[in-house]
């Protein structure tokens, strides 16, 4: 089975500063993993994907993700966090093989200070 | 365009209503779900129609009842709903089920007194 899990259900930082979510995946098989942002009583929208080409993915609103194969890693960064950035951040797992599920993590509530 | 559609937005309902909740895209995607989202929590998937065959998870209660009239329309028929059914339920549609992305519709918040 599949699972991700992310370190830190609230993350705050100053506007301008560095953003840096944290996202650890288990998988038997190669993975396929997302993030999805959701803002308060929205859905869920895409920000990137990571599908086995390159490791570093970059995705909308200047966020970027590193898959780093040897930590079971894909940490969400966006190097200066803007006030709009205030949302809830979901990475998500998913597999090449037969039906799987899209398993989500628990998300990340991430607070902008001005 | 990555657009899925939901309506309503909000949904009031009492115990013994009947009520039915819509989704639509029109990107061809061939899997439709749907997801229940309690506050502060992931989404939870319910079910997928696959080239409109169902898959049904199994600890979903049968007051939820997926309808799928065509590749592009999918329904979440409700019936004898609990207050603990309140919610905000996703929709969403990808190309193929399993690993293609899954684009989601903005949600219609429910609440059952």
């Known amino acids: 089975a599949q699972s991700v899990t992310q370190l830190g259900s609230h993350v705050s930082v100053s506007e301008g500063a560095l953003v840096l979510l944290r996202c650890n995946y288990s998988s038997s098989v190669p993975p396929y993993l997302f993030w999805y942002v959701q803002y308060p009583n929205q859905g869920l929208q895409l920000l990137l994907k990571?599908?086995?080409?390159?490791?570093l993915v970059k995705g909308i609103n200047g966020f970027e993700a590193e898959f780093k194969k040897s930590e079971t890693s894909f940490h969400l960064t966006k190097p200066s966090a803007h006030m709009s950035d205030a949302a809830e951040y979901f990475c998500?797992?998913?597999?090449?093989?037969?039906?799987?599920?899209?398993?989500f993590g628990t998300g990340t509530r991430l607070t902008i200070i001005p | 365009d990555t657009e899925v559609t939901q309506t309503p937005k909000h949904l009031v309902m009492g115990m013994t209503n009947k009520k039915s909740l819509k989704c639509e895209q029109h990107m061809g995607h061939r899997a439709m779900y749907w997801y229940k989202q309690k506050a502060k929590k992931p989404p939870e998937l319910m079910f997928v129609?696959?080239?409109?065959?169902?898959?049904i998870n199994e600890s979903v209660p049968s007051r939820f009842s997926p309808e799928c009239p065509n590749s592009s329309l999918l329904n979440l028929h409700l019936h004898a709903l609990q207050p603990e059914d309140s919610a905000l339920y996703l929709c969403?549609?990808?190309?193929?089920?399993?690993?293609?992305?899954?684009?989601f519709g903005p949600g219609t918040r429910l609440t059952v007194l």
């Open positions: 990571y599908t086995s080409a390159a490791t």
């Open positions: 998500a797992v998913t597999s090449n093989f037969g039906n799987e599920k899209l398993t």
């Open positions: 969403a549609s990808s190309q193929e089920r399993g690993r293609d992305t899954q684009y």
């Open positions: 129609y696959s080239y409109e065959k169902l898959s």
